[in-house]
T-cell receptor, first 115, second 114 residues
Framework: AQTVTQSQPEMSVQEAETVTLSCTYD???????LFWYKQPPSRQMILVIR??????QNATENRFSVNFQKAAKSFSLKISDSQLGDTAMYFC????????????FGTGTRLTIIP | DTEVTQTPKHLVMGMTNKKSLKCEQH?????MYWYKQKAKKPPELMFV???????INESVPSRFSPECPNSSLLNLHLHALQPEDSALYLC?????????????FGQGTRLTVV
């Protein structure tokens, strides 16, 4: 079974600063996918960024980037130039490559951007 | 249209009631999901439908009964629920199952069982 751990229950940062959210996972799979989802107060889960484990290059999406360390089973999210709209709960999630559509989520990090 | 629409947004029901949650998407996705999210916890998978057939049931109690009448619609029928079933119920869809495809989530139904 896969487990996903987020060790920072809450974080806060000043607007325009950079913040990094940590995520580690445990799996015996060699091919899999990792995701960061955000859940603002509106409750809707929104995909922030996605990483394929067989790709060494770290994924980036505008102000969001990841540091994927496969050997260390680490998948951190960096948010640059943070904005008030980034305030949300952030979940790291794991999905196996084949045969299982299940997203396994970490416990989440509540991020607050301070004006 | 990249929306997953869930109705109702809020629902209060008694333990003897029967109610249904509805989820709709018009993105042509062939996989649909129900997740349960308790307060301050991550979502937990309940059911997966692939091409309108139930493919995963995560050992969910029978008082929760899913239904997929067509490729755009997913229902969750509720009967004889317990107060501990109070939670946010999230519906999601994806183009297909597996392969790391992105899941699109609805805003959820906040269910309170009294």
């Amino acid at each position: 079974a896969q487990t996903v751990t987020q060790s920072q229950p809450e974080m806060s940062v000043q607007e325009a600063e950079t913040v990094t959210l940590s995520c580690t996972y445990d799996t015996s799979e060699s091919n899999y996918y990792l995701f960061w989802y955000k859940q603002p107060p509106s409750r809707q889960m929104i995909l922030v960024i996605r990483q394929e484990a067989y790709k060494q290059q770290n994924a980036t999406e505008n102000r969001f980037s990841v540091n994927f360390q496969k050997a260390a089973k680490s998948f951190s999210l960096k948010i640059s130039d943070s904005q008030l709209g980034d305030t949300a709960m952030y979940f790291c999630a794991f999905m196996k490559n084949f045969g299982n559509e299940k997203l396994t989520f970490g416990t989440g990090t509540r991020l607050t951007i301070i004006p | 249209d990249t929306e997953v629409t869930q109705t109702p947004k809020h629902l209060v029901m008694g333990m003897t009631n029967k109610k249904s949650l509805k989820c709709e998407q018009h993105m042509g996705h062939r996989a649909m999901y129900w997740y349960k999210q308790k307060a301050k916890k991550p979502p937990e998978l309940m059911f997966v439908y692939s091409y309108e057939k139930l493919s995963i049931n995560e050992s969910v109690p029978s008082r929760f009964s899913p239904e997929c009448p067509n490729s755009s619609l997913l229902n969750l029928h509720l009967h004889a629920l317990q107060p501990e079933d109070s939670a946010l119920y999230l519906c999601a869809s994806s183009p297909q199952t597996g392969g790391g495809t992105e899941a699109f989530f609805g805003q959820g139904t906040r269910l309170t069982v009294v």
